[in-house]
């Protein structure tokens, strides 16, 4: 255990420790509904919590610029929407990113909470949630044993999120007639 707490300090110290996150979540395929408008995704910056609540995570950066480009690319290609980027569009679908670390049983608890917001310019159409957890390894040694649970919450919540949104196609397309 002395030796577990010497080499995190040393880690910490040297900054070397550090992981980097990058996630590339995919849909499990495309969608067989179609939502015939354009979206704009707008992606506020990602809340971190960590172990005992506190915020931030200790030696976790995960870049809203990462997270940005992740979930444009997995709504681009999901297919429900003819047309999906950060500009101005026919729909604006706002999404707030949380990820919280705990620690249960002696292994790593990652949960991932989207809150999102579907707008058009008349204003707020209809708000949804999502939360998924992956469980990781019993430590955090490599970037890897942080990336591969975080990706798999991700996908997960996004494709929750991405059904909810499915499944009100026709609130989106009433809005065009």
């Keep these: ?12 110290t040297w900054g070397g420790c550090v992981h980097h996150i990058q996630v590339t979540p995919l849909p499990a395929s495309a969608s067989s ?13 990602i809340s971190m919590e960590g ?3 506190r915020p931030g995570i200790t030696m ?6 990462d997270l940005k480009q992740a979930l444009l690319r997995y709504v681009r290609q999901r297919r429900t929407f003819i047309s999906v980027s950060p500009d101005p569009a026919d729909l604006t679908l706002r999404v707030a990113t949380k990820l919280t670390l705990t620690s249960r049983s002696d292994l790593y608890h990652y949960r991932i909470g989207l809150q999102a917001e579907m707008s058009d310019g008349a204003g707020l159409m209809k708000s949804y949630r999502a939360e998924h957890t992956a ?10 044993s942080d990336r591969v649970p975080i990706e798999i919450a991700l996908q997960a ?9 499915e499944a009100d196609r026709f609130i989106y397309i009433n809005r065009t007639e």
């Design 60 to 65: 976790l950066e995960w870049s809203h610029l």
């Design 135 to 144: 469980v990781g390894s019993s430590v955090r040694w490599v970037t890897a």
């Design 51 to 53: 172990p005992d609540h």
């Design 1 to 12: 255990m002395t030796f577990k707490l010497l080499l995190l300090g040393l880690c910490a």
């Design 157 to 165: 919540a996004l494709e929750d999120l991405m059904e909810q949104i």
């Design 33 to 45: 509904v179609t939502i015939p408008r354009t979206l704009q995704v707008l992606i506020s910056p």
